[in-house]
C-alpha cells in the first residue's frame, strides 16, 4: 500500500532531526543562559531574512517551467502564498532585540556563518541548478519543531532575558503548527514522483545536518550585551 507524500517526508525528517534535537538541548543547558540567547535571536533573523527571497525565487522558477512541470505552477502558487505567512519576521526579530535593550547594529554587522551560508545557500542553488522541490525539504524542517510556550518561559526566566526579545519567537510557536499542516496538504497534492520525493529528502538530511551545526557554532557576542539592565 502506497503512503502519503506527507508521510514519506516526514518519515525522513524523523531519521534526520536527532543530532539538530541535540544541538538545541546543549545550548539551552549553557550557563549562563543569558549569553548565548542574543546570538541565537541573531541565528533566527539570519535565517528569516533569507525565507522570503528564497521562496520568491523558487516562485519565479516554478513559472519557467510551468509549461513542461506538471507540479511547477502548484508548487509557484504554495510559495508565492507562503511568503506572506513569513514576510516581515526577520523585522520583528530586529524590533524584539531592540526592546529587549541589544545593539540592532551590532546584530547587523555579525556575519553570518559558513554554517549557515551553506545551510540557505545550498537551497539557492538546488533552485537555480536543479529542481525548485527541494526548497521544500528545508521548509518543512524549519516549521517542524515549534517552541513550546513552556520551553520560551523556561528560557525567558532562567536567562533573565526580557519578555520583549521573545516575541517573534512566540508568535512562530503559534503559527508553525498550522504551517506544517499546510505543508503536509501541499505535499499531498503535488504530482510527486519517486525521484521528487527523493530530492526533497536530500534537502531535508541537509537541511538537519546544517542547522544543527549553526546551532553548535553559536558563540557569546560580547557587544550585543543589554544597554539597560
Not at 18 to 38: I, N, R, T
Not at 76 to 86: F, N, Q, R, S, V
Request: hydrophobic share 40%; net charge negative.
Amino acid at each position: 500500500m502506497s503512503i502519503a507524500n506527507s508521510e514519506s517526508v516526514r518519515t525522513k525528517v524523523a531519521l534526520c532531526i536527532g543530532p539538530l534535537e541535540a544541538a538545541f538541548e546543549k545550548l539551552w543547558s549553557h550557563d549562563p543562559l543569558e549569553q548565548v540567547v542574543p546570538p541565537y535571536l541573531v541565528l533566527l533573523h539570519q535565517l528569516m531574512r533569507a525565507s522570503v527571497p528564497l521562496m520568491d525565487r523558487g516562485a519565479e522558477v516554478c513559472e519557467k517551467l510551468a509549461a513542461t512541470d506538471p507540479l511547477a505552477r502548484r508548487l509557484g502558487a504554495y510559495y508565492l502564498g507562503h511568503i506572506e505567512d513569513e514576510r516581515d519576521h526577520d523585522a520583528w526579530a530586529l524590533e524584539d532585540l531592540a526592546s529587549a535593550g541589544y545593539d540592532v547594529d551590532c546584530a547587523l554587522s555579525i556575519v553570518p556563518s559558513p554554517q549557515l551560508a551553506n545551510l540557505v545557500g545550498s537551497q539557492y542553488y538546488w533552485l537555480n541548478h536543479h529542481h525548485p522541490i527541494m526548497l521544500m525539504g528545508y521548509i518543512t524542517v524549519l516549521e517542524a519543531f515549534p517552541p513550546s510556550k513552556q520551553r520560551v518561559d523556561e528560557i525567558r526566566d532562567r536567562s533573565g532575558v526580557p519578555e520583549a526579545a521573545f516575541r517573534t519567537l512566540r508568535i512562530h510557536g503559534e503559527l508553525d503548527p498550522t504551517h506544517s499542516a499546510e505543508i503536509d496538504d501541499t505535499l499531498n497534492e503535488l504530482p510527486l514522483g519517486k525521484t521528487h520525493l527523493e530530492m526533497i529528502g536530500v534537502s531535508v538530511l541537509h537541511t538537519c545536518e546544517w542547522l544543527s551545526r549553526s546551532v553548535q557554532s553559536l558563540r557569546p557576542v560580547e557587544s550585543l550585551a543589554r544597554r539597560v539592565r
